[in-house]
């Protein structure tokens, strides 16, 4: 478990997060974004929410004191790029292959049976196809590309020629974080916060609460590339010997 910084107001969200994963639960449960927006500090997205900084700093002290008294907390940070790159692969990418599907299945078994009576369900299912298509995509460019680069770029301790080829990437994998975080808050929307008290039917509520609880997978996949993974592996990568040095 690292240290959590020194919190203040100009304390990244992201920042954070990585030092005590433990509270993203906290930051889920007040709707600030530390994945996508991770690079705010913490007055800003307070700001965002309508917050009071004072008495979020409080509530975070609090949780994290309460963390320390648990025995468990996932250590990204403590990771190699190679063993934090292969983690995000076997419990979010894996995850994610195997639920898409079902979820995409189950919200065009429910929109075909329910969508007369609440037209919204349509929107679901096409934004729920949408979102899959786009995460499969997503994934492939990462497992394909982008993580094979990282992993040479640590076990070269940081081959030049590797260094100019990660900016680009990353930026692109960011841009792909940030629309995959747009569509899920869309869905959020269109389903009244995965609201399962009006549920229509088994399928529908199951529907919900997976959509809810990808949500979650969701924010802690992109924390871990957005602010673990990928500055660190850019940090490296400057650190690399220019070729003509
Ligand atoms: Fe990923
Ligand atoms: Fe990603």
Redesign the pocket.
């Known amino acids: 478990m690292h240290a959590l910084p020194a919190l203040t107001r100009e304390t990244t969200v992201g920042a954070i997060v990585t030092a005590r994963p433990g509270l993203a639960r906290l930051f889920e449960h007040l709707g600030i974004d530390y994945c996508c927006r991770g690079k705010l500090p913490l007055e800003q997205a307070c700001a965002q929410r309508g917050l009071d900084p004072a008495t979020t700093l409080t509530l975070l002290q609090s949780a994290a004191d309460a963390l320390g008294a648990t025995p468990v907390e996932e250590n990204a940070a403590g990771m190699t790029l190679t063993e934090l790159a292969d983690h995000i692969e076997r419990t979010h990418h894996a995850y994610l292959k195997n639920e898409m599907p079902r979820l995409v299945e189950m919200a065009n078994r429910v929109a075909t049976r329910h969508g007369e009576n609440d037209p919204r369900l349509f929107e679901v299912a096409a934004a729920t196809r949408g979102l899959a298509d786009e995460m499969f995509d997503?994934m492939e460019k990462?497992e394909i590309a982008l993580f094979p680069l990282v992993r040479r770029i640590e076990n070269s301790a940081g081959s030049a020629c590797a260094c100019d080829m990660l900016a680009a990437p990353i930026r692109q994998?960011e841009i792909?974080?940030d629309d995959a975080g747009r569509a899920i808050s869309h869905l959020r929307e269109l389903t009244d916060g995965f609201s399962i008290p009006d549920a229509f039917c088994n399928t529908h509520r199951a529907l919900l609460a997976g959509l809810a609880a990808f949500e979650a997978d969701l924010h802690r996949?992109?924390h871990k590339?957005n602010s673990i993974l990928f500055p660190r592996a850019l940090e490296l990568a400057a650190r690399a010997p220019s070729p003509t040095a």
Do not use: F
Request: avoid cysteine; aromatic fraction near 0%.
């Open positions: 997503h990462e994998m792909e974080h996949h992109v590339e």
